[in-house]
Structures are given as C-alpha cells and as structure tokens.
Nanobody
C-alpha cells in the first residue's frame, strides 16, 4: 500500500499565499510523477500541476504564473506554492502519485484531500 498525506490547506484572503505539502509513504520502489488536482462540488476533479521525477512540470492554464510545483525526491514529497490566490481557487486539493511499488507492479494513489478557501 502507498499512502499520501497532505497538509497546508486553510482559509486565506484573495491575493494571499498558501503552501501545500504531500508525502508518500509505504511500499515504494520509485515514483514517476506526483501532482495536485482540485475539485469543487458538482464538478469533475481537474489537474492543477504535475511534476515528474526528472523535474518536468505542467500546469493548468488557470494557475500558470501563480502556482509553483516542486518536489523532494528522496523524501517522496511534493509541494505546491500558491500565490496571488483568487476566490475561484477555492476547492479541495488532492495529491496524486504514480510509480512502482513492487518489481513490475505499478501504483496510483490519492491523498485524502485538503480544503483551500480563498475568501475575504
């Protein structure tokens, strides 16, 4: 089993910043990519940012220039620095990791989610 634990969500005013963290633990041989997704009630979960083990990153257009994803490979940890937050960034943010947990056995795991609320 691979477990993801997120932290760092909360309430922030528009224009403010938050930093999310997510650490993967358990039976892990390697992680190919980690990412952040978000979901609001009644909508599908959408990708926010993804980082590969090689350091390549991709961002949703809505967060480019405001959010930065980074990773600490030895710690199996990914961060999401969110700046210039807007009310429309309000959502539950989920961490995702994909990799290999046993020789030839891949995994894809989700965290439990952390609430981010942007409001004055």
């Amino acid at each position: 089993q691979v477990r993801l634990v997120e932290s760092g969500g909360g309430l922030v005013q528009p224009g403010g910043s938050l930093r999310l963290s997510c650490t993967a633990s358990g039976s892990i041989i390697s992680i190919n990519a980690m990412g952040w997704y978000r979901q609001t009630p009644g909508k599908q979960r959408e990708v926010v940012a993804i980082i590969t083990s090689g350091g390549s990153t991709n961002y949703a257009d809505s967060v480019k220039g405001r959010f930065t994803i980074s990773g600490d490979n030895p710690k199996n940890t990914v961060y999401l620095q969110m700046n210039s937050l807007k009310p429309e960034d309000t959502a539950v943010y989920y961490c995702n990791a994909e990799g290999e947990r046993l020789p030839g056995v891949r995994f894809g795991s989700w965290g439990q989610g952390t609430q981010v609320t942007v409001s004055s």
